[in-house]
């Protein structure tokens, strides 16, 4: 079974342009998430979609938005680049509902985003 | 809120040695409890995951962590210690409480490994 799939693995931007960045969830996973990991400031929440809809952000700028197809596939925006958005961004899968094999996360090899 | 801490930024083991990670949590309700591991330059790994039925939850690559509720920990433990096993080692916690299914991390723990 594949696992989550990002692209592109990395991604050199310089300050005030735009960033996209891909995901692809496990097959039958209806819910992305999206986690930035910056040095110093460990794994951050981000952006929750499921069934095509936002269900929650975290404490981040609205620059930082995203989308979800109907494959489930997701696409992570980030507009006006920052320096300080330079950091590896998660996007993990699970499948639908609540409780602790619906509650799983597994996680794609990242998005290496640079800002110079 | 949920919150999790993890002690100790950086541990270092000689190859053989015991391994303990340390993980406490704060929830409001029964929690799921989770540990990642992160090798370098990749995306986090699903060690092992909390379930009701057992305290001790035993994982992959001979990683183990024991549930204790009174202490509100989640230890993680391997009794010989391999120089593969050096990577980062995330402790999370699933935000079940507010229903949103969101994770909240600790900061992580690297464990170095010396031969």
């Known amino acids: 079974e594949a696992g989550v799939t990002q692209s592109p693995t990395h991604l050199i931007k310089t300050r005030g342009q735009q960033a996209t960045l891909r995901c692809s969830p496990i097959s039958g996973h209806t819910s992305v998430y999206w986690y930035q990991q910056a040095l110093g400031l460990g794994l951050q929440f981000l952006l929750w979609y499921d069934e095509g809809e936002e269900r929650n952000r975290g404490n981040f700028p609205p620059r930082f938005s995203g989308r979800q197809f109907p494959n489930y596939s997701s696409e992570l925006n980030v507009n006006a680049l920052e320096l300080e958005d330079s950091a590896l961004y998660l996007c993990?899968?699970?499948?639908?509902?609540?409780?602790?094999?619906?509650?799983?996360?597994?996680f794609g090899p990242g998005t290496r985003l640079t800002v110079l | 809120a949920q919150s999790v801490t993890q002690l100790g930024s950086h541990v270092s083991v000689s190859e053989g040695a015991l391994v303990l990670l340390r993980c406490n949590y704060s929830s409001s309700v029964p929690p799921y409890l989770f540990w990642y591991v992160q090798y370098p330059n990749q995306g986090l790994q699903l060690l092992l995951k909390y379930t009701s039925a057992a305290t001790l939850v035993k994982g992959i690559n001979g990683f183990e962590a024991e549930f204790k509720k009174s202490e509100t920990s989640f230890h993680l433990t391997k009794p010989s210690a391999h120089m593969s096993d050096a990577a980062e080692y995330f402790c999370?916690?699933?935000?079940?409480?507010?229903?949103?299914?969101?994770?909240?991390f600790g900061k992580g723990t690297m464990l170095l490994v010396s031969p």
């Open positions: 999370a916690v699933s935000d079940r409480g507010t229903g949103y299914s969101t994770l909240t």
């Open positions: 993990a899968s699970k499948v639908r509902g609540q409780g602790l094999d619906t509650d799983t996360q597994y």
